[in-house]
């Protein structure tokens, strides 16, 4: 499969995505737990069905130390009992503010209190910048048929 649009050939997207890419440097340097980032990342991912994002954040997880029961366990966490309490806060957030055309209200009051439960108030905010972020990248790489198969860990650090 062939992308629409070469993002790194652009000087338009090239300019707009230097932008972007700092935001996500920013997130990464953020008080929310890295392997939270990357559960995050890659369920929201999932959701979207974006596979070059799939891609990149289940090996960065990897690589970051994560194992692969867990990452194989993502897509099904509410069953799983490998993820600590906070991580299926977050894990529950996430969803809620991808799906929010499915949940007309968006993010339920008590999906917000569980995650405040676990997280104060600058990792709530990376939370809720991150399944933003996320699902932009998630829709820029879905609308142009970005490939996925090939992504390197720390290609974009």
Request: charged residues 25%.
């Amino acid at each position: 499969m062939d992308a629409r649009l070469d993002y790194f050939a652009s000087p338009t997207a090239g300019k707009i995505l230097k932008h972007f890419m700092s935001a996500g440097k920013a997130l990464k340097e953020s008080p929310l737990p890295v392997a939270t980032q990357e559960l995050v990342a890659l369920r929201v991912s999932q959701i979207n069905g974006c596979a070059v994002c799939i891609d990149m954040h289940a090996k960065e997880a990897a690589s970051a130390g994560e194992t692969p029961v867990r990452l194989n366990l993502v897509a099904a966490w509410r069953e799983a009992t490998v993820f600590t309490e906070a991580e299926r806060a977050a894990l529950a957030l996430a969803e809620e503010g991808t799906r929010v055309a499915d949940a007309a209200g968006g993010v339920s009051d008590e999906v917000w209190a569980r995650a405040a439960e676990h997280y104060d108030e600058e990792q709530l905010t990376a939370l809720v910048v991150l399944v933003s972020f996320m699902n932009t990248a998630n829709r820029l790489n879905i609308i142009t048929r970005q490939p996925a198969g090939d992504y390197e860990p720390g290609r974009f650090r």
